[in-house]
């Protein structure tokens, strides 16, 4: 939007929960961190919670029926009168395009995703139906509240992930414009970005007990800092320097991965499964689904719960009909079903309550935090890092203690800080920065970038089999020109130009004058290509550029540019005769860095939440 919006609107998407929160202009400029949430209210367990689930109903047509709790609920009864065959249900969806990408999947037009009973659904409907049902209920709340806000002036912002690659955000960017939200008023932000931004516009009297001079002190202007975005599907890390103005610097590529707090209850449910087995699991979750969920809710309360010096174990809620399920099927009682496990001694039942050895308990967390302390330690170790002073924890799952104390008692010289509500920074951040979007000044260039052009061969330097005749002169083909390159710092704002020309002098090259021009725009992850067949490389866009009158003259003469433009870029060719510009954005790439000791085999175990074919 080339003027200020009225009203900017939030929404994150997450693998847990979701939820949406906005600001009116004069609000914000009275004081940014005014952002209005919403509550949300789960009639099963009475409780009001800063985001709803991520869950989503559909019927037996895949039109939309209801979100989050009220999903969660109305498929309760769908279970308990046997009818699921008749409704799609689909939960925590956000890792499945996250999850499609990683296994090679092309998800930039559509692909499918499994409900919960195995039946396939267009993912772009489950998403564009998300981002629809928030912009209802935003318009609905605004109305009831007597606010008034002309549609075309709202900008509306949507958080993702800073590992998600090109395809994600592409994909993100349609299902927003398939939900009715016009491509000039929407924009991504990264999540970790957007929870430091709110950090620094926070007014102390906002912060957790204790941490006001820790605040202070990390965003003074030049401070470094790493931003842990821990959600329950992934977890990025962003390595930022505080500017004057409040603004921000991006000084090192993002990390992380899918270990966010999700790990954890399927490594509770893996656990479940071995003592138990699978078949009584399955039976008590299609008998008892009511039950099955606020046993799964107790656990994620538990998970986040502090515990004292003194405690041995954990207690989390154990449901009843699954004790009696399991017994039956045993022909054993609890006791002696947990004597003769391997956990035996680690756990016990009293009542309604399973109480978890606290050595067991923290197994849960091990791959997670692991796969944390390690991705944290490969940005420290980087020079543009090493003075990194503070460490931020933002999402839901930074809630949790172990991590809390996992970062403080490896990284003991940084200051470590959760902000307050850390698991509504996000949202609170992506408002702020849809008011001011170049508060991010710079970001590091994690691909380098360039166009495939042709040059005169040169026979001493240059391969033979990429010769070719043109025009009666012999040209050197698949040459990659460099923009930008890999691991610099490249400002909001800038521009690179790269000259392309072309010429069509001869008679057998005349009827290409009616064809289209095809800039490739290609990336690599080396610093210094010299071919874009070199390996690493690879096409990312294209610039389709139509002739101009529907002829090109013989000559051709223009110039493509490279325009960074907050998470993306803007490609353009400019035709140097008639000034026309033909743009497309081309987002900018963040590169999430593969480790040897992918542990993906280890978590391939059965997940009763998860009723497919990948179960084993």
């Not at 498929?75 to 409704?87: A, C, R, V």
């Not at 030049?222 to 599907?233: F, I, M, R, S, W």
């Not at 947990?338 to 956990?343: G, T």
Request: glycine residues 6%.
């Amino acid at each position: 939007m080339n003027e200020p919006p009225q009203c900017v609107v939030a929404i994150d998407i997450g693998s847990a929960g979701c939820g949406y929160a906005f600001s009116a202009d004069y609000t914000f400029c009275n004081n940014p961190c005014d952002v209005a949430t919403y509550r949300w209210f789960a009639e099963v367990g009475k409780f009001a919670s800063l985001k709803t689930p991520a869950a989503i109903l559909f019927d037996s047509h895949q039109q939309f029926v209801s979100f989050g709790y009220n999903a969660q609920e109305k498929y309760i009864t769908i279970l308990e009168s046997n009818d699921q065959n008749n409704w799609y249900y689909i939960e925590g969806y956000k890792m499945a395009l996250y999850s499609a990408v990683e296994a090679g999947e092309d998800v930039r037009d559509d692909f499918s995703i499994k409900e919960m009973g195995g039946k396939a659904v267009s993912a772009k409907t489950v998403f564009s139906s998300t981002i629809k049902y928030f912009y209802g209920h935003f318009l609905k709340e605004v109305q009831e509240q007597n606010h008034s806000f002309q549609r075309e002036k709202v900008h509306w912002i949507i958080s993702v992930p800073a590992i998600w690659t090109d395809p994600c955000k592409q994909f993100m960017r349609e299902s927003a414009i398939m939900a009715g939200i016009p491509g000039k008023q929407f924009s991504l932000v990264y999540e970790p970005e957007a929870a430091s931004i709110y950090a620094r516009f926070l007014q102390i009297d906002k912060v957790d007990a204790g941490q006001n001079k820790t605040i202070l002190k990390t965003f003074q202007p030049g401070t470094k800092l790493l931003v842990v975005d821990a959600g329950g599907g992934t977890v990025d890390i962003s390595a930022q320097e505080v500017l004057d103005e409040y603004g921000l610097k991006i000084i090192h590529k993002v990390r992380g991965g899918d270990y966010g707090g999700n790990s954890v209850n399927m490594a509770y449910r893996q656990m479940l499964f071995r003592l138990f087995s699978g078949p009584s699991l399955l039976r008590f979750k299609k008998e008892y689904p009511m039950d099955y969920m606020e046993m799964m809710r107790s656990f994620e309360r538990t998970k986040i719960r502090p515990t004292k010096p003194d405690d041995k174990t954990v207690s989390t809620m154990i449901a009843a009909p699954l004790l009696e399920i399991s017994e039956e099927e045993s022909e054993c009682n609890i006791h002696e079903i947990i004597k003769s496990s391997q956990y035996a001694n680690q756990l016990r039942v009293k009542r309604d309550k399973l109480l978890i050895n606290l050595a067991l308990f923290k197994e849960f967390f091990e791959h997670s935090l692991n796969e944390l302390v390690i991705d944290m330690k490969a940005v420290l170790e980087h020079k543009r890092c090493a003075d990194v002073s503070a460490v931020m924890l933002v999402g839901g799952y930074a809630e949790c203690e172990l991590l809390r104390n996992i970062v403080t008692q490896t990284f003991p010289q940084k200051e470590v800080f959760v902000p307050h509500e850390g698991g509504l920074s996000v949202l609170r951040g992506a408002v702020i920065y849809g008011h001011t979007p170049k508060i991010v000044s710079s970001r590091i260039c994690n691909y380098t970038y360039g166009i495939a052009v042709s040059k005169p061969f040169k026979a001493d330097v240059m391969p033979i089999d990429k010769c070719y005749e043109h025009d009666g002169e012999l040209w050197c083909r698949d040459i990659f020109e460099i923009s930008y390159k890999i691991d610099t710092v490249v400002n909001i704002g800038d521009k690179k130009q790269i000259e392309l020309n072309d010429t069509f002098l001869l008679p057998e090259v005349q009827h290409r004058r009616e064809e289209p021009l095809r800039v490739d725009i290609v990336i690599s992850d080396k610093e210094d290509p010299k071919f874009i067949t070199d390996e690493g490389c690879r096409k990312h866009a294209m610039i389709i550029v139509q002739p101009p009158k529907g002829q090109w003259p013989q000559e051709v003469h223009g110039y493509v540019e490279f325009e960074i433009a907050g998470t993306e870029m803007i490609g353009s060719y400019i035709n140097s005769e008639t000034n026309d510009r033909t743009s497309i954005i081309i987002e900018f790439l963040p590169r999430k860095e593969q480790r040897v000791g992918n542990d993906s085999e280890r978590r391939r175990i059965f997940d009763p939440d998860r009723i497919d074919t990948d179960n084993e």
